[in-house]
């Protein structure tokens, strides 16, 4: 059996660059009468690797020769090794870059079976894949790398009329054809991108795959809610289909509605939808205005682990607009956010909402009245984490210039541990700004003197 073409390539290119380096080496020597010794030596060098790589080549290929490759293992179109084991339509496995060369020159039915392919979306055997792994090991041999470069995926029509006839289920009067249809929708547009980018090519696609959910299925069927929202997320995770999800009139209500009614994984797969929509300017004011930031913190108040880092992503992305930290602060962000950060509950993720929210006058006042000051203080002292301490900073500073009322409580703790000195020396560049501000604005109202 012939050694794996990926291995085969790779070896190939590195005895082409050894041998052009060779070739360099000896006209040198050849034609200059005065050469130095250290050209010989660099020339026998390459002469060195050039057999060594040789060896290995026949070595392997001999290994793979020489092995009863079991038949579940080999590509039934190469006969090789597989590299990247693949389930087509019918069930059977390919390796990748054969029968995507098929499917690129226009081929639609399976080689094996010769059923016509439903589509032409390609999984991957991830128990094959492992199979292989371990008996290569077995026999002390590498296990084959995937080939890289198989080109790009076709969208095809069957594709996209398997696509039409699971739109269709979920707008049938069957449940069992909606639940169906979504699970088969969820799991396609996770795999494969080009089945993602079909949903951009209409508007008509978005309200038909949201249909179930607008029958009024929620309450008693919340698997098909979260296989449609999980869809959702999905699709909105293809850059061509963010602004066509986020300016149907139909996405963000359910989204809303599923961070209230959903299962956990359900309302942290819709948080993660708004995270990827509000990537857009647009849409960050759509979902903003929508309502969107209540039901997002009361899910970050109620603190599951599941949904928490979605739902935080999905808030901080969210008040990069001016407009929504008023949102958010009216809505009671900070309250719920020093309640987690003082529990030691994702406070990375939660004092970067804070410092960007701390723009807000209203946010400073409820820092203050919450004993933010103390607490962000303790942090800069304590932790270990440099960008955690420029968030601290960052929203102390913003505190230090709103009033002069905490000016006394960061007077004493720079008196009593220097701890704004010390960061304005060792803090990342922005940490350090901010310090040396906060030390100026003490020293301008004769609070304290800084040897910064």
């Given at each position: 059996?012939?050694?794996?073409?990926?291995?085969?390539?790779?070896?190939?290119?590195?005895?082409?660059?050894?041998?052009?380096?060779?070739?360099?080496?000896?006209?040198?020597?050849?034609?200059?009468?005065?050469?130095?010794v250290?050209?010989?030596?660099?020339a026998?060098?390459?002469?060195?690797?050039?057999k060594?790589?040789?060896?290995?080549t026949?070595?392997?290929?001999?290994?793979?020769?020489v092995?009863?490759?079991?038949?579940?293992?080999?590509?039934?179109?190469s006969?090789?090794?597989?590299?990247?084991?693949?389930v087509?339509?019918?069930?059977?496995?390919?390796?990748?870059?054969?029968?995507?060369r098929?499917?690129?020159?226009?081929s639609?039915?399976?080689?094996?079976?010769?059923?016509?392919?439903?589509h032409?979306?390609?999984t991957?055997?991830?128990?094959?894949?492992?199979?292989i792994s371990?008996?290569?090991?077995?026999?002390?041999?590498?296990?084959p790398?995937?080939?890289?470069?198989t080109?790009?995926?076709?969208?095809?029509?069957?594709?996209?009329?398997?696509?039409?006839?699971?739109?269709?289920?979920t707008?049938?009067s069957?449940?069992?054809?909606?639940k169906e249809?979504?699970k088969?929708?969820?799991?396609?547009?996770?795999?494969?991108?080009?089945?993602?980018?079909?949903?951009?090519?209409?508007?008509?696609?978005?309200?038909?795959l949201l249909?179930?959910?607008?029958?009024?299925?929620v309450a008693?069927?919340?698997?098909?809610?979260?296989?449609v929202?999980t869809?959702?997320?999905n699709?909105?995770?293809?850059?061509?289909?963010?602004?066509?999800?986020?300016?149907n009139?139909?996405?963000?209500p359910?989204?809303?509605?599923?961070l209230i009614?959903?299962t956990?994984q359900?309302?942290?797969?819709?948080?993660?939808?708004?995270?990827?929509?509000?990537?857009?300017?647009?849409?960050?004011?759509?979902?903003?205005?929508?309502?969107?930031?209540k039901?997002?913190?009361d899910?970050l108040?109620?603190?599951?682990?599941?949904?928490?880092?979605d739902?935080?992503?999905?808030?901080?992305?969210?008040?990069?607009?001016?407009?929504?930290?008023?949102?958010?602060?009216?809505?009671g962000v900070?309250w719920?956010?020093?309640?987690?950060?003082?529990?030691?509950?994702l406070?990375?993720?939660?004092?970067?909402?804070?410092?960007?929210?701390?723009?807000n006058?209203?946010?400073?006042?409820?820092?203050?009245?919450?004993g933010?000051v103390?607490?962000?203080?303790?942090?800069?002292?304590e932790?270990?984490?440099?960008?955690?301490k420029?968030?601290c900073?960052?929203?102390?500073?913003n505190?230090?210039?709103s009033?002069?009322?905490?000016?006394?409580?960061i007077?004493?703790?720079e008196?009593?541990n220097g701890t704004?000195?010390r960061?304005a020396?060792?803090?990342?560049?922005?940490?350090?700004?901010?310090?040396?501000?906060?030390?100026?604005?003490?020293?301008?109202?004769?609070?304290?003197t800084h040897?910064?």
């Open positions: 059996m012939a050694r794996t073409g990926v291995l085969a390539e790779t070896d190939k290119e590195a005895a082409m660059e050894i041998k052009k380096q060779l070739g360099k080496l000896v006209k040198e020597i050849v034609e200059e009468e005065d050469y130095r250290e050209t010989a030596d660099e026998i060098r390459a002469l060195s690797c050039l060594n790589l040789q060896r290995s026949k070595s392997l290929s001999f290994k793979l020769g092995l009863d490759v079991p038949q579940e293992f080999r590509c039934p179109i006969g090789e090794l597989m590299t990247d084991p693949v087509l339509a019918t069930g059977q496995t390919y390796d990748r870059p054969f029968i995507q098929l499917l690129n020159e226009g639609r039915t399976c080689p094996q079976t010769k059923q016509v392919l439903a032409t979306i390609l991957p055997n991830n128990l094959v894949q492992e199979m371990q008996w290569c090991k077995e026999h002390g041999i590498e296990s790398k995937p080939v890289q470069d080109g790009e995926e076709v969208v095809t029509k069957a594709d996209r009329n398997y696509l039409n006839a699971l739109l269709n289920k707008s049938s069957s449940l069992a054809d909606q249809a979504a088969e929708l969820r799991l396609l547009t996770k795999r494969s991108s080009s089945f993602r980018a079909l949903f951009g090519e209409s508007a008509e696609i978005i309200p038909q249909s179930p959910l607008s029958q009024g299925q008693t069927h919340p698997d098909l809610q979260e296989d929202i869809t959702l997320l699709l909105s995770i293809h850059d061509n289909n963010k602004r066509l999800v986020a300016e009139p139909l996405v963000i359910l989204l809303i509605d599923s009614s959903g956990i359900t309302k942290s797969n819709a948080a993660a939808t708004f995270f990827t929509l509000s990537a857009i300017d647009s849409s960050k004011i759509v979902i903003g205005t929508s309502g969107a930031l039901p997002l913190i899910l108040h109620e603190g599951h682990p599941l949904a928490m880092k739902v935080a992503t999905a808030i901080f992305r969210l008040c990069t607009d001016l407009e929504n930290r008023g949102r958010a602060v009216n809505a900070v719920v956010i020093l309640n987690k950060i003082m529990d030691g509950v406070v990375a993720e939660l004092l970067a909402i804070l410092a960007i929210i701390s723009t006058q209203k946010a400073i006042q409820e820092m203050c009245e919450l933010a103390s607490c962000l203080i303790r942090i800069i002292r932790s270990d984490c440099e960008r955690d420029e968030n900073i960052v929203i102390l500073y505190i230090c210039f009033g002069r009322s905490k000016l006394k409580e007077k004493d703790e008196m009593v704004f000195s960061l020396q060792s803090g990342t560049s922005r940490a350090k700004r901010k310090a040396i501000g906060i030390l100026e604005r003490l020293n301008k109202t004769g609070s304290v040897t910064a």
